[in-house]
């Protein structure tokens, strides 16, 4: 399972978006995520930060601009992490795991084959006869990272995925999240309205402002390659932080 | 232990009407030729019981048959209306009408095409419960989780796994509601069916009826309420069987 892909290149070009009734939401925006990188979004609630994610997963279409993606060719390249894990109630978390393969027409037993090993990689190995309603959030969202990983794709889209957990969880997930990247380099755009997630976790920052959403910073965070929970007690991290919580909190940033 | 206790409640208020009755009765302020004093109610379903088993059987058959028939129809015809918005909003309200057509001014319609016996029973029962089942599986279909849609497009599910996999085992909660009402209507649909098709308890009632035998109407009518909770005790059953590993309503102990 070491065979490697690299990421792929997502380039958002001039996107504007307007929906039917609160008009425009994206106001001409770019940005390129390179290959490997792991960018976060950051802004202010209802600035359609989710609406980007579903842009580069192709579930939506903007109004004007365009997507760039070079991967379409690859089947299955993107894989999409929700914010409520949206298991499939009625199917053990092994099963819910093997969906995505199952879907592109596989038998079940290569999937569960395939899920197991997916299911390992989050530290979830005893959980896979369990069902979703039997698990802790915690374990919930781990089990969706592992449904999204099965695939092993070049791009993961991931929309606030740890925002309903409790700190403790959140913090070990997301040291989890930054060693998995770390082994696959695959392209993450992860979307969170928290400034410590965004500074923990990646390798690029951006900051949007409240609606019709205008970019205000792009920057890289210049941390350790290895993060562990010691690193949010450093300088380097406060000042990061600061950064970013700087342009969050300017007059643009708010309504 | 704690099911057999739950059944304690209803049954005090049911000793209680029993044993009013049975002393109004006897003491003459209910003229027994209206109301027949349980006790006979009792001695008259053992005096008739062969007659009333079989009446019984013949009816529950033409309940079930009924209700089976509404199951595979109406689900079917559910299903074909929630693929397209246009075939929903044409069929539909044609779907409503038998929701409100007078059964009983109906059935002799039923002898007329069918003739007298069996299979215009099974048609009345069948009229009756079908609204039911296609409305709540229709409701159901409609209702399932807009991001797990997303996902299942994501994976380039075909139209066929979105059903097989996402909406339907989403709308079973929704379609067991919609069986257990149908269950007490197709009885109902089956006695009126044998009140002009003839057979089984709703013939036993019309006869007892002519010949003035109050107490074996009242005991055929006890019968066929039975049958009415049976077969919602079976859908009762299925549904806790099929959903109890997943869905909250069959996880509480209230039902």
Same mark, same amino acid.
């Given at each position: 399972m070491s065979t490697k892909r690299s990421g792929a290149r997502l380039e958002f070009q001039k996107i504007e978006k307007q929906f039917q009734g609160t008009g425009l939401v994206i106001d001409r925006v770019s940005f390129c995520v390179e290959p490997g990188e792991f960018v976060t979004m950051l802004?202010?609630?209802?600035?359609?930060?989710?609406?980007?994610?579903?842009?580069?997963?192709?579930?939506?279409?903007?109004?004007?601009?365009? @997507?760039?993606?070079?991967?379409?060719?690859?089947?299955?390249? $993107?894989?999409? @992490?929700?914010?409520?894990?949206?298991?499939?109630?009625? $199917?053990?978390?092994?099963?819910?795991?093997?969906?995505?393969?199952?879907?592109?027409?596989?038998?079940?037993?290569?999937?569960?084959?395939?899920?197991?090993?997916?299911?390992? $990689? !989050?530290? &979830?190995?005893?959980?896979?006869?369990?069902?979703?309603?039997?698990?802790?959030g915690g374990m919930r969202m781990r089990a969706a990272v592992a449904r999204a990983l099965i695939t092993r794709p070049t791009l993961l889209l991931m929309d606030e995925p740890f925002a309903a957990l409790d700190e403790n969880t959140r913090h070990r997930l997301q040291e989890e999240l930054r060693e998995l990247w770390l082994q696959e380099r695959?392209?993450?755009?992860? !979307?969170?309205?928290? !400034?410590?997630?965004?500074?923990?976790?990646?390798? $690029?920052? !951006?900051?949007?402002?409240?609606?019709?959403?205008? &970019?205000l910073l792009d920057t890289r965070i210049d941390l350790a390659e290895h993060r562990d929970q010691n690193l949010r007690l450093g300088s380097e991290f406060s000042a990061q932080m600061r950064i970013l919580h700087d342009a969050f909190k300017s007059p643009e940033a708010s309504v | 232990m704690s099911r057999l206790r739950s059944l304690f409640p209803p049954l005090v208020p049911l000793i209680g009407f029993v044993i009013l009755f049975e002393?109004?009765? #006897?003491?003459?302020?209910?003229?027994?030729?209206?109301?027949?004093?349980?006790?006979?109610?009792?001695?008259?379903?053992?005096?008739i019981r062969s007659e009333l088993f079989a009446a019984a059987m013949g009816t529950m058959t033409a309940a079930v048959v009924g209700l089976l028939l509404s199951f595979v129809v109406g689900s079917s015809f559910a299903i074909c209306l929630s693929l397209s918005e246009f075939a929903r909003k044409a069929f539909y309200p044609y779907a409503v009408f038998f929701q409100t057509v007078p059964?009983?001014?109906?059935?002799?319609?039923?002898?007329?095409?069918?003739?007298?016996?069996?299979?215009?029973?099974?048609?009345?029962?069948?009229?009756?419960?079908?609204?039911?089942?296609?409305?709540?599986? =229709?409701?159901?279909?409609?209702?399932?989780?807009?991001?797990?849609?997303?996902?299942?497009?994501?994976?380039?599910?075909?139209?066929?796994?979105?059903?097989? #996999?996402?909406?339907?085992?989403?709308?079973?909660?929704?379609?067991?509601?919609?069986?257990?009402?149908?269950?007490?209507?197709?009885?109902?649909?089956?006695?009126?069916?044998?009140?002009?098709?003839?057979?089984? =308890?709703?013939?036993?009632?019309?006869?007892?009826?002519?010949?003035?035998?109050?107490?074996?109407?009242?005991?055929?009518?006890?019968?066929?309420?039975?049958?009415?909770?049976?077969?919602i005790a079976l859908i009762n059953y299925l549904s806790w069987w099929a959903l109890k590993n997943w869905h909250h309503s069959e996880r509480g102990e209230d039902v």
């Open positions: 802004g202010p609630s209802g600035c359609g930060k989710s609406t980007f994610l579903k842009l580069a997963a192709g579930l939506d279409r903007p109004s004007a601009g365009k @997507v760039d993606l070079d991967s379409f060719a690859q089947a299955n390249f $993107r894989s999409f @992490v929700f914010q409520d894990a949206h298991l499939l109630p009625w $199917r053990t978390v092994i099963d819910n795991i093997a969906l995505p393969l199952e879907l592109t027409g596989i038998t079940r037993d290569e999937a569960r084959t395939a899920a197991e090993a997916s299911l390992k $990689r !989050v530290h &979830l190995t005893d959980a896979g006869h369990k069902y979703p309603n039997q698990l802790s695959m392209t993450v755009l992860f !979307v969170t309205h928290s !400034v410590s997630e965004a500074v923990f976790l990646s390798s $690029r920052a !951006v900051v949007l402002s409240a609606r019709p959403a205008r &970019l | 002393f109004l009765v #006897r003491w003459g302020i209910i003229p027994s030729y209206l109301v027949p004093a349980p006790s006979e109610v009792v001695s008259a379903i053992l005096e059964i009983i001014a109906v059935a002799p319609i039923l002898v007329i095409w069918f003739g007298f016996g069996q299979p215009t029973v099974i048609a009345s029962a069948f009229i009756v419960s079908i609204f039911p089942v296609i409305a709540s599986t =229709l409701l159901g279909l409609r209702s399932t989780d807009p991001a797990l849609l997303d996902l299942f497009k994501l994976y380039s599910a075909r139209p066929l796994q979105v059903m097989w #996999r996402l909406r339907l085992p989403y709308a079973l909660p929704e379609i067991f509601s919609g069986l257990r009402i149908a269950a007490g209507l197709s009885v109902i649909g089956a006695i009126v069916g044998e009140f002009i098709g003839g057979g089984g =308890l709703g013939s036993l009632v019309d006869t007892a009826r002519t010949m003035q035998r109050i107490d074996q109407v009242f005991a055929a009518v006890l019968i066929s309420s039975l049958i009415g909770l049976v077969m």
